[in-house]
């Protein structure tokens, strides 16, 4: 079964809109939550990440709002930009003996138009 | 320099054969991951190895066998290839520092196409 539930599918915002990418997830053992970045032909990238004691996260125009009672996070990207346009993946990771495990929901794939 | 390395960048090859994917990291961490994309960009992980040791295994046909030399590379093996293998397959690779743990490197990626 899918462990994390990501919507929507796909987004279209306006140049300096708000994106709004949200998740859910079910295994309470998930003790890091990390969204990826990833262009078309490349591999994913992390770019920001939250730990579940921590409600928010922001740096720069990325926000990750975090719920731990409802078991929900999202991201927030302020201000969009054409040069936001790729596929977001949240992530929930399992960190132990100095590796991590990541679970990747199904991804979002965000366009930002003029 | 490129942090995280695959080769070959694209691979087509027929059902049955047999073929390596090969993948190298110079950031000097200790675990290296696969990963498969499907075609709806659904990311699994595979396998993952920490100093050449095997401690990831989900769920994969034994078709598919990593292999790692050494602890900056990390290669996969695919026998008898299947039409459901096509997909792009991604290495990462992590520290082992607290501050490191907590962010994977992928590398560029294999397109792999199985006719």
């Known amino acids: 079964q899918q462990q994390v539930k990501q919507s929507p599918q796909s987004l279209i915002v306006q140049k300096g809109g708000i994106s709004i990418i949200n998740c859910a997830y079910e295994?309470?053992?998930?003790?890091?939550f990390p969204w990826y970045q990833q262009f078309p032909g490349k591999g994913p990238a992390l770019l920001i990440a939250?730990?579940?004691?921590?409600s928010e996260k922001k740096e720069g125009r990325f926000t990750i709002s975090f719920n731990k009672s409802a078991k929900q996070f999202s991201l927030h990207i302020m201000d969009s930009q054409p040069g936001d346009s790729a596929t977001y993946f949240c992530?929930?990771?399992?960190?132990?003996?100095?590796?991590?495990?990541?679970?990747f929901g199904t991804g979002t794939k965000l366009q930002v138009i003029p | 320099d490129t942090a995280v390395s695959q080769t070959p960048k694209y691979l087509v090859t027929q059902m049955g054969n047999d073929k390596s994917i090969k993948c190298e990291q110079n950031?000097?961490?200790?675990?290296m991951y696969w990963y498969k994309q499907d075609s709806k960009k659904f990311l699994k992980i595979m396998f993952s190895?920490?100093?050449?040791?095997?401690?990831i295994n989900e769920t994969v046909p034994n078709r598919f066998s990593p292999k790692s030399p050494d602890k900056a590379h990390l290669n996969l093996h695919i026998n008898s290839l299947e039409l459901g293998d096509s997909a792009v397959y991604f290495c990462?690779?992590?520290?082992?520092?607290?501050?490191?743990?907590?962010?994977?490197?992928f590398g560029p990626g294999t397109r792999l196409t199985v006719t």
């Open positions: 190895y920490n100093n050449k040791e095997l401690i």
């Open positions: 992530a929930a990771s399992i960190i132990s003996g100095g590796y991590q495990k990541v679970t």
């Open positions: 950031l000097g961490h200790d675990t």
């Open positions: 295994n309470t053992a998930f003790d890091y």
């Open positions: 990462a690779s992590s520290g082992r520092d607290p501050g490191q743990i907590y962010e994977q490197y």
């Open positions: 939250i730990r579940p004691d921590v």
